[in-house]
């Protein structure tokens, strides 16, 4: 959000009050909510996606020995179209969220 505000601010000329600066920082949370997610939303939840899929494997049969969230994401990485597969999950998903706090 914070980050939103100060780029919007960089468009402004005007003097900023601690009002008008309230006003920004609600004006980019509303821009923010309603703007597609970006590369590092939708990473994080494919991450999230894969990282739980393979806890679910663990013990069962599973290959999967990951240590965490980045070390199972970087395995992935060298399976052509895996991390591709929960990235396309996790538009998805955060498409459909975005669309049930829009309605």
């Known amino acids: ?7 919007y601010e960089r468009g402004m000329d005007d003097d900023l009050t601690f009002q008008t600066v309230r006003e920004l920082a609600g004006t980019a949370y509303m821009a923010g ?35 965490g969230e980045d ?10 179209g895996f991390q591709e597969e929960y990235i396309r999950q996790a538009k998805e998903m955060l498409e459909i969220a975005r669309k049930a706090v829009s309605e």
């Open 1 to 7: 959000m914070l980050d939103e505000a100060n780029a």
């Open 71 to 80: 070390d199972a994401w970087n395995y992935a990485g060298e399976i052509p």
């Open 33 to 67: 909510r309603s703007a597609p997610p970006t590369d590092a939303e939708v990473e994080a939840v494919a991450k999230r996606l894969l990282w739980r899929s393979c806890k679910k494997w663990d013990g069962v049969e599973s290959d999967c020995v990951a240590k």
